[in-house]
């Protein structure tokens, strides 16, 4: 029952600007620590950002630190990825996934489909 369904992406110019959204059904963002995922043609799965059940706290890989912001809206129960100043090399899928429930750590136990951004020179 738990489903996570993301939005947002799309082409955008280098230097540009796209929000990606999560949005969760089935589970309850707050319970989970909610993590943004990307895969480039190529290469392996990493992640980009992640934010803790408990506290709200953020955390993100340094290629995107001051560039990407992740954030929640409890009302919605929807996780967002803002991504600023966008570069070719962040072309990617995209995923949401969820935690255990009040985990701060992996394994994500449930994952979005993916959303692609394209980020053209």
């Known amino acids: 029952q738990a489903q996570l369904v993301e939005s947002g992406g799309g082409l955008v110019q280098s230097g540009g600007s796209l929000t990606l959204s999560c949005a969760a059904s089935g589970i309850t963002v707050t319970a989970h620590t909610m993590g943004w995922f990307r895969q480039a043609p190529g290469r392996e799965r990493e992640v980009v950002a992640r934010i803790v059940w408990s506290s709200g706290t953020t955390d993100y890989a340094d290629s995107v630190k001051g560039r990407f912001t992740t954030s929640r809206d409890t009302a919605k129960n929807t996780v967002y990825l803002q991504m600023n100043s966008l570069r070719p090399e962040n072309t990617a899928v995209y995923y949401c996934?969820?935690?255990?429930?009040?985990?701060?750590?992996?394994?994500?136990?449930?994952w979005g489909q993916g959303t692609q951004v394209t980020v053209s020179s």
């Open positions: 996934a969820a935690s255990r429930r009040f985990s701060l750590r992996p394994p994500y136990n449930y």
